[in-house]
């Protein structure tokens, strides 16, 4: 099923791309890179603002969690009504992430698949391609610049190994300029832990990735990283004040003593607010206190 | 910490999966070379392994003149075989024999005794350090071999000739110059044949002449002596198969989903007269040619017989040819095309009735052996093995000890090879027991 759904139109469509790309494989995976971000770009949205909704939510939860800390069932009552009373579903922010999954597997499959470097590989191929036609275009030319894209960087010439590096960079900064920013400074709080050690796992997961799967795939992290950072500077999301040590990360928040929602708590790109995020937090202040 | 853990859990299923699915890079399929008729053995090259099997039993040959059971496992240098081995000729009474892997490294073997020799003959247990040929890419297609040189196809760029050296035939062993100068050239690469993406078939080699199939759609023609091109011709898709000859015309299917014809004039292609007709799938074997029927499967799973008596242009349209879906998944091996046996005045056949017309035996990629009629394509019978199938099948012929045997591998080590009774279609014994 996901095969014959998901992997084999991947494929086709990655050669007709290299048929039409004048033969460039390179090409052919950063141009289907850009058209796969595109088309999930509605999701990194649909999830940057359910992170941004939790984010804002994290001073009342972490209330409530001290109200309720002996009463785990009243908890969870709490939580859900709090999640109901801003519109905010939990999981909403690990869907997308579950259905890009998929798609990042499918991908790589497809380069696999595509390049098909052994008997193997290319015997697979002969029945994966679902546009007549493309079988003339078989096989893909794999290698480039002297690397073969389907091997790792390191049975490739050592330049290979520059790969991983610009993975690693340019997933880095895409961490650091997307991840929003933990709303909350004590530096016992967990979600800003977790903020923190995420960003610096996941460039050091995708390096890894890079250095033991297929050159063919870093071309995928790294376009698809590039591709984000301009998608989330589009959209006005990403902090490049963070990357010049402009910070823009929250005063000590009161709210969280308080139990009311500062602005400084919110997850912007600058301290300074916008006049819709000033009316948004008015109005979750308005809510708050109607609640209470 | 939930979030770390999912953000975790979320890797490694990246990892895990990623690494699952779609790198069947640890395999190969068994290569079976039949190696002495009298002797009833057959070589196996599968994985890391190397064997000598009796086709018979079964079993690990050990044969009338050898000292061993034939097995000589390879793990130790994590090599995948694809190639069939060759005999080389040399002074001792132990026959050597040159195998190579996919791992760009050509091995000698001790026949007779299932070791790995070096130069001079000795038996060693373990494979030397250093390999007698490295070669300068992956080999996955078998070799062709005159008195001279062997001409090694790798996958990635070229061809290469090797000389035999003190393994050539036909050296004076009195005269100590010819040893000397034969003995230093041994192994040198005498020329090497560049194509742009590699060989993935085993070239054809006919009258001084090398056919050489490649990945960058073109079938070229080169002299073996000295490795120059005589001419190339494109065709509209890879050839990973071996051309085969037939009235002065060439044979060979693409990945292009085609068959050609290419007539040879005084040794020279004429794109005028090219021939081509459509096929269902790619075609990664060649097409056997017997009694003016061509025989040929492809991935697409069909099999087909055209009558070429009068060329390839007409052939679809004669009474003789059909073309037929086995529906049992692509077809990467060699069709087995057998005649009807031949039936003694006055005895009673000893085969089925439905071989009166010869048969077609094809092993599928879903795993089937499946029995066709020679002259109609109607399907006689099929036997699931479950495991894919992509070797070249082998037919045992009967003599006064056995019956005739059809020899089927696939790519599982628990079955990697399984033998039929020709006659029955009755699975006999399958390797490893």
Known sequence: MFETFIINPFITIMTALYGLLGNNIVLAIAVFTVIIRLATSPLLIKQQQSTK?????????????????????KLAQAQMQLYKEHGVNPLSGCLPLFIQLPILLALYQAIIYALAATPFQLIDLSSRLVLPGLDSLVPLQNMWLGMDLTLPPTVNPVYALAFPALVFVTSWLQTKLIMPAPTNTDPNDQTAQVTR???????????????????GLSIYFVVGNIVSIVQYSLMGKAEWGKLFGRSSTPEPAPAVVTGKVSSSTTNTPSPVLSKAEKRKNKKMRAREAKSS | MKRLKLGLLLIAAVTLTAGCLGRRTDVSWADIHPLNTEQQELFVSYKTDLYVINPITGNLSDGDTREATWQIEGNEFGAEFYTSPIFLNNRGDERLMLV???NNRMWLINYDRACFSNLVGSCLSAPPETPPIQLPGHTFADFAQDDERIYVPLSEHNVIAIKKGIFATGWDETDEDEYDRRDRETFDIAWEFETDRGVWAQPLLLDGVLYIPTMDHHLYAVDTETGEELWHIQLDGALASTPVVHNNRLYIGTFGRSLYEIPLNNGQPSEDTLVHIDVNGWVWNSPVIIDDMLYLADLGGYVHALDISQGLATAKDSPRSWSVNAKGGGIRAEPLVLDAPTVREGEEPDFPAEYEDGVVIVGTREGQVIWLNRATGEIIDRQEIGEEILADLVFIPPSDENEALVIVSTVKDNRALVAFFLNTRQQVWTYPS
């Open chain 1, 53 to 73: 909704a939790m984010q804002e939510l994290q001073p009342k939860l972490k209330k409530l969690q001290e109200k309720y800390k002996n009463d785990r069932e």
């Open chain 1, 197 to 215: 050690t995420m960003s610096t796992l996941m460039p050091v997961m995708f390096a890894m990735f890079a250095l033991s799967f297929s050159v």
């Open chain 2, 100 to 102: 190579a892997d996919y």
